[in-house]
């Protein structure tokens, strides 16, 4: 931290609170309704002090209201694309990573552990109800201190050493949340493309709680609804991550105008959105999203005919040639964007292997070493990538304030010759007739590398790999199976190898949790046990017990315990180390481009980004509330 109290209003050059130069322009699409008396007009259904996005200082023009964007997706579960591309977060990131309030006003973090939160003044729910501090005392007392809605108590990312906050309310527009000792994820978590919840639209939500509302209208309601008890009713309704319940109030750009099934979803634009730029035109600038569904083979063959306006699900870079000669017949542009990932395309060695002589090898670092000496990366980025990723061991990015060229080039050479001296020191030093390598009981070395079968070009490098592996004596078979039933056997230690995508957010800050780093998940297929020993509170799973884990769990609490930016750089650094020492995972190149496809009349849309689910929420953290149809300029 910069100082022991912090006000992180101050924090984001780039997304300092602009100065609002005119009145609020009320949207053309609201004017009937304004008229009528249906709707409030626009300067009473934004906050007293909304949130000014200065479009010059993101290199952006001012745009103009309406207009429709269509988006193609792949099935009915992908519209929780809206509320990630949303991002209406209490804090968010911007392009820079850097944290700024968002529908909060101002956020004061006092010593790391004591954070009040101040919300803007007359902010209203989509459906007109203030935004006030009861939404978050509802949450607090009447979901995670409800034993039924929440038998576990309050979520995991709010306990430091088994311990929660205290929470208060100060004012109507004001909470705080107070630990004994720092807790410098708690905001970092409110950013997440998928957030720590911490209040709902209580106005809405209270008639589906008995606290508030009768038994017999609740049954009435579950019988409505089709579902089993009242918390499975609230769960449903309240569901915010899966906008399917088109009364839910939201505080997104786009409120769901559609119930599912449908084969086309309708988002239409909030009438109280918090953002304005400069000009005082209320965001988000489109009127409507469509989510129109179509099957997953196709979207980029409809991408290329132009029957998406926005469009980045669906699409490879293989697909990259066919979209760019789309250019030359369609009005659409296509651009190259960065995947923020530690590797496109990672193998995972299961340390936690049942098999006791495999888990040996498998544990041992020299034999990790040794395949990842055996990839050759120049290859596999020349052969699919025509060279323009990045061969590089599972690390963070460039673009990463905590990048070190030597963690991307540790064992990350192609150097046969030197696999083969590590091979031979993790105790494979004897071969068949064939010159195969032998497992200390006499067993082959042969590896099944299990995927789920979701990209092809999982399969084409693998193929690559499979011969440079072959040539220093280790033989590879891959094997498809259901994702679910990969964890299971990963779980049960039936799995030698699988493959992923390594670091999921490649392009962290200091003030991010290094949770990836150290066994914290079951889903991390690399020591899946471990994970579940973190994830469950000890409750299940198994401790790590290879001594440099042991070392990322104990500097992963050091961390959680930091009260300095400084001090979690440090950590940070002595973690990243730890892991390119170790690899934990085999990387093979990372910074791959992947296309994004818009119409060429929409503005606003950077040519180049990092286009990731974590940390930038895919286009969320690069506003699309701030795209605009140039065709109505």
Same mark, same amino acid.
């Given at each position: 931290?910069?100082?022991?109290?912090?006000?992180?209003?101050?924090?984001?050059?780039?997304?300092?609170?602009?100065?609002?130069?005119?009145?609020?322009?009320?949207?053309?699409?609201?004017?009937?309704?304004?008229?009528?008396?249906?709707?409030?007009? +626009?300067?009473?259904?934004?906050?007293?002090?909304?949130?000014?996005?200065?479009?010059?200082?993101?290199?952006?023009?001012?745009?103009?209201?309406?207009?429709? +964007?269509?988006?193609?997706?792949?099935?009915?579960?992908?519209?929780?694309?809206?509320?990630?591309?949303?991002?209406?977060?209490?804090?968010?990131?911007?392009?820079?990573?850097?944290?700024?309030?968002?529908?909060?006003?101002?956020?004061?973090?006092?010593?790391?552990?004591?954070?009040?939160?101040?919300?803007?003044?007359?902010?209203?729910?989509?459906?007109?109800?203030?935004?006030?501090?009861?939404?978050?005392?509802?949450?607090?007392?009447?979901?995670?201190?409800?034993?039924?809605?929440?038998?576990?108590?309050?979520?995991?990312?709010?306990?430091?050493?088994?311990?929660?906050?205290?929470?208060?309310?100060?004012?109507?527009?004001?909470?705080?949340?107070?630990?004994?000792?720092?807790?410098?994820?708690?905001?970092?978590?409110?950013?997440?493309?998928? /957030?720590?919840?911490?209040?709902?639209?209580?106005?809405?939500?209270?008639?589906?709680?008995?606290?508030?509302?009768?038994?017999?209208?609740?049954?009435?309601?579950?019988?409505?609804?089709?579902?089993?008890?009242?918390?499975?009713?609230?769960?449903?309704?309240?569901?915010?991550?899966?906008?399917?319940?088109?009364?839910?109030?939201?505080?997104?750009?786009?409120?769901?105008?559609?119930?599912?099934?449908?084969?086309?979803?309708?988002?239409?634009?909030?009438?109280?959105?918090?953002?304005?730029?400069?000009?005082?035109?209320?965001?988000?600038?489109?009127?409507? +999203?469509?989510?129109?569904?179509?099957?997953?083979?196709?979207?980029?063959?409809?991408?290329?005919?132009?029957?998406?306006?926005?469009?980045?699900?669906?699409?490879?870079?293989?697909?990259?040639?066919?979209?760019?000669?789309?250019?030359?017949?369609?009005?659409?542009?296509?651009?190259?964007?960065?995947?923020?990932?530690?590797?496109?395309?990672?193998?995972?060695?299961?340390?936690?292997?049942?098999?006791?002589?495999?888990?040996?090898?498998?544990?041992?670092?020299?034999?990790?070493?040794?395949?990842?000496?055996? +990839?050759?990366?120049?290859?596999?980025?020349?052969?699919?990538?025509?060279?323009?990723?990045?061969?590089?061991?599972?690390?963070?990015?460039?673009?990463?304030?905590?990048?070190?060229?030597?963690?991307?080039?540790?064992? %990350?050479?192609?150097?046969?010759?030197?696999?083969?001296?590590?091979? @031979?020191?993790?105790?494979?030093?004897?071969?068949?007739?064939?010159?195969?390598?032998?497992?200390?009981?006499?067993?082959?070395?042969?590896?099944?590398?299990?995927?789920?079968?979701?990209?092809?070009?999982?399969?084409?490098?693998?193929?690559?790999?499979?011969?440079?592996?072959?040539?220093?004596?280790?033989?590879?078979?891959?094997?498809?199976?259901?994702?679910?039933?990969?964890?299971?056997?990963?779980?049960?230690?039936?799995?030698?190898?699988?493959?992923?995508?390594?670091?999921?957010?490649?392009?962290?800050?200091?003030?991010?949790?290094?949770?990836?780093?150290?066994?914290?998940?079951?889903?991390?297929?690399?020591?899946?046990?471990?994970?579940?020993?973190?994830?469950?509170?000890?409750?299940?799973?198994?401790?790590?017990?290879?001594?440099?884990?042991?070392?990322?769990?104990?500097?992963?609490?050091?961390?959680?315990?930091?009260?300095?930016?400084?001090?979690?750089?440090?950590?940070?650094?002595?973690?990243? %180390?730890?892991?390119?020492?170790?690899?934990?995972?085999?990387?093979?190149?990372?910074?791959?481009?992947?296309?994004?496809?818009?119409? @060429?009349?929409?503005?606003?849309?950077?040519?180049?980004?990092?286009?990731?689910?974590? /940390?930038?929420?895919?286009?969320?953290?690069?506003?699309?509330?701030?795209?605009?149809?140039?065709?109505?300029?």
């Amino acid at each position: 931290m910069i100082s022991r109290r912090r006000t992180l209003a101050l924090m984001g050059a780039a997304f300092l609170p602009g100065t609002l130069r005119a009145a609020p322009q009320e949207p053309e699409v609201f004017a009937a309704d304004v008229a009528a008396g249906r709707l409030p007009p +626009v300067n009473e259904r934004l906050p007293k002090v909304p949130r000014v996005i200065d479009m010059g200082s993101l290199g952006r023009t001012p745009g103009v209201q309406g207009g429709t +964007v269509r988006t193609l997706i792949g099935g009915q579960r992908d519209i929780r694309i809206m509320p990630i591309n949303g991002y209406a977060r209490l804090v968010g990131y911007g392009p820079d990573l850097v944290l700024q309030p968002d529908i909060l006003e101002s956020c004061e973090v006092e010593e790391g552990r004591i954070f009040t939160f101040r919300l803007r003044e007359g902010h209203r729910w989509s459906d007109g109800n203030p935004l006030t501090s009861e939404d978050f005392r509802f949450v607090w007392e009447d979901v995670y201190h409800d034993e039924e809605l929440s038998p576990g108590g309050i979520p995991a990312e709010m306990l430091v050493a088994g311990d929660g906050p205290t929470f208060e309310v100060l004012d109507e527009v004001t909470v705080r949340y107070a630990w004994a000792t720092p807790v410098p994820d708690f905001l970092p978590n409110l950013a997440k493309p998928s /957030p720590l919840k911490l209040f709902l639209p209580s106005v809405y939500m209270k008639q589906f709680h008995p606290a508030y509302q009768t038994a017999e209208k609740l049954e009435e309601y579950i019988e409505q609804f089709r579902v089993d008890d009242w918390t499975s009713l609230f769960q449903k309704q309240s569901r915010q991550n899966r906008p399917e319940n088109p009364d839910l109030p939201t505080t997104e750009p786009w409120r769901p105008r559609t119930s599912p099934p449908a084969e086309q979803f309708v988002f239409e634009r909030n009438p109280y959105f918090h953002r304005v730029d400069e000009a005082g035109t209320q965001l988000p600038y489109i009127d409507r +999203v469509l989510l129109n569904i179509s099957s997953s083979e196709i979207i980029p063959a409809k991408a290329a005919t132009g029957e998406a306006d926005l469009q980045y699900m669906g699409l490879s870079f293989n697909d990259y040639t066919l979209l760019k000669r789309a250019e030359r017949v369609q009005p659409v542009k296509v651009d190259l964007w960065k995947q923020p990932q530690g590797s496109k395309m990672a193998l995972l060695p299961n340390l936690n292997c049942a098999d006791p002589v495999w888990r040996a090898v498998l544990q041992d670092a020299n034999f990790r070493r040794g395949l990842s000496l055996a +990839v050759d990366r120049e290859e596999i980025n020349k052969a699919l990538f025509f060279g323009l990723a990045r061969e590089s061991a599972d690390t963070v990015l460039p673009e990463s304030p905590l990048y070190r060229e030597e963690y991307a080039s540790a064992y %990350a050479a192609f150097d046969p010759e030197k696999a083969n001296a590590l091979l @031979d020191l993790a105790g494979l030093d004897k071969r068949d007739r064939f010159g195969m390598r032998k497992l200390p009981d006499g067993r082959p070395v042969q590896i099944v590398v299990e995927s789920a079968g979701e990209s092809t070009l999982e399969t084409d490098i693998l193929e690559l790999i499979h011969d440079t592996f072959f040539d220093v004596g280790v033989a590879i078979y891959t094997r498809t199976s259901q994702r679910e039933l990969l964890r299971s056997r990963a779980m049960g230690g039936g799995l030698l190898m699988s493959v992923g995508i390594g670091l999921d957010n490649a392009v962290p800050t200091a003030d991010m949790p290094p949770l990836e780093l150290a066994p914290t998940d079951d889903a991390q297929l690399q020591w899946p046990n471990w994970g579940m020993f973190f994830m469950s509170a000890e409750s299940s799973g198994v401790p790590p017990d290879l001594a440099p884990v042991v070392d990322l769990m104990q500097l992963l609490r050091q961390w959680r315990r930091s009260a300095s930016t400084d001090e979690r750089a440090e950590i940070w650094h002595r973690m990243l %180390a730890i892991r390119a020492d170790q690899v934990f995972t085999i990387g093979t190149v990372n910074g791959a481009l992947a296309p994004l496809v818009r119409a @060429d009349w929409l503005k606003n849309v950077p040519d180049e980004g990092l286009l990731g689910y974590d /940390p930038t929420s895919y286009l969320g953290a690069y506003m699309p509330d701030t795209f605009w149809d140039g065709r109505r300029g």
